[in-house]
């Protein structure tokens, strides 16, 4: 496996995503998977790097990448942009994907070569499942879709916080790993009260024509495995995969210390999925 970083300008708003960019040994173009992180995460996260790797191992060019609006900036692994965490807006994350998938088709990534443009999957945990999902009902080149508990709705802060944004004009949510309060501006819930059509994506699910992956965990926050079983009826081409005994991280925590038995079948669930929707 060969990796390299880059570093996107998006052009507006003092937005650069970082990412990198992994690739099976082999020379020859590779089915490319694009990789979106959840709320309060970033590239580096957890699994994220072991699970790339993997994918990569398996044969897949793999995209990882930071939201340019996720708080982290060149520390990798430090939320020193919290000023921008408050206005993360699904708008932007999907103004993002699309940069990245702009920079697919026009070989200007690292090993831009090597990435095969007619085979192209998404995946995502938690928020970037659904970002996932809105992304690939939007844009028919992504030919398949995976995600990894999942929300199945887009404003999933709460009640309390959704209240205080209406009231006050923000909220804070706890990371309870760094203790840091994360503000979220009221331009969030607005920008889903204004595209809610668009972002509230189960009601679109029987439009998605291509295969999705749904794993879920069975012991996951409130809510996501019946959130799951629901999206897995809507979508025509859907294949839910319960994990037992698992988490919303599938065991893994921040800084990634072992493989855990429910993240391995995860990691396999999916490399068999994109096996067989990716590859020729």
Known sequence: MYKQ?????VGKEDRVIRGEVRIPKSAIPSPTIIFCHGFKAFKDWGFIPILATKLAEAGFAVITFNFSMNGVGENSETYTELDKFAHLTFSREQEDIALILEHIHSRTLPYGDQLDKKNIGILGHSRGGGNSIIFALEHPDIKSVAVWNSIHRPDFFGEDIIRE??????????NARTGQWMPIDREVLDDIEQNAERYHFMKRLPDLDRPLLLVQADQDHPGFLEGAQEMAKRAPKAKLKVIANANHTFGAV???????PQLREAITE?????NETLKD
Request: charged residues 20%; proline residues 4%; aromatic residues 14%.
């Open 165 to 174: 944004l209406k009231e006050k004009g923000k909220s804070a949510i706890l």
């Open 254 to 260: 921040h800084p990634f210390s072992e493989m855990t």
């Open 5 to 9: 970083s880059f570093t996107l300008d």
């Open 270 to 274: 999916t490399i068999h999925f994109f």
